[in-house]
C-alpha cells in the first residue's frame, strides 16, 4: 500500500511542523534533535529508495530551516523594541503573539502537489 505525503514545507503552518516533529517549542536543539531521529529512521527503511530518502531529507531540511528562521524573525523583533517604551513594548508584544496564534491556528493550503510513498 503506498502513502501520499506532501513534501511542499510551505503548505503545512509553523504549528503543524512543530506537530510533525512531535516538540511543543520552537527550539533549536530540540528540532535538530527530532529532525536528526527522523533521518536516522528514514536511513535505514528499507522500503523507500535513495531518491525518496534524499526528498524526505530535503523537506525534513526545509522544514527544519522555516521553523528557525520564523524563531530568528520572533527574537530579532523583539530585540529591535527594546528602545521603545513600555506601553510600545506590550502593544507589539501583543500584536506578536495574536499574528503568531493566527499563523498557528490558520489552516495550511491544500496541496499543489504529493509524492507516492
Do not use: W
Request: proline share 4%; charged share 20%; net charge positive.
Amino acid at each position: 500500500m503506498s502513502q501520499l505525503f506532501d513534501l511542499n514545507v510551505h503548505n503545512y503552518s509553523l504549528s503543524e511542523l512543530l506537530d510533525f516533529f512531535g516538540v511543543g517549542t520552537n527550539d533549536d536543539a530540540t528540532v535538530a534533535r527530532k529532525c536528526g531521529a527522523l533521518k536516522h529512521k528514514i536511513t535505514k527503511d528499507p522500503k523507500l529508495g535513495p531518491i525518496t530518502k534524499g526528498k524526505i531529507h530535503d523537506f525534513l531540511n526545509s522544514a527544519t530551516k522555516r521553523l528557525s528562521e520564523s524563531r530568528h524573525a520572533t527574537t530579532e523583533f523583539f530585540a529591535n523594541a527594546s528602545d521603545a517604551s513600555t506601553s510600545d513594548k506590550r502593544e507589539a508584544a501583543m500584536t506578536a503573539a495574536m499574528t503568531a496564534a493566527m499563523k498557528a491556528a490558520a489552516p495550511a493550503p491544500a496541496p499543489t502537489q504529493f509524492m507516492q510513498l
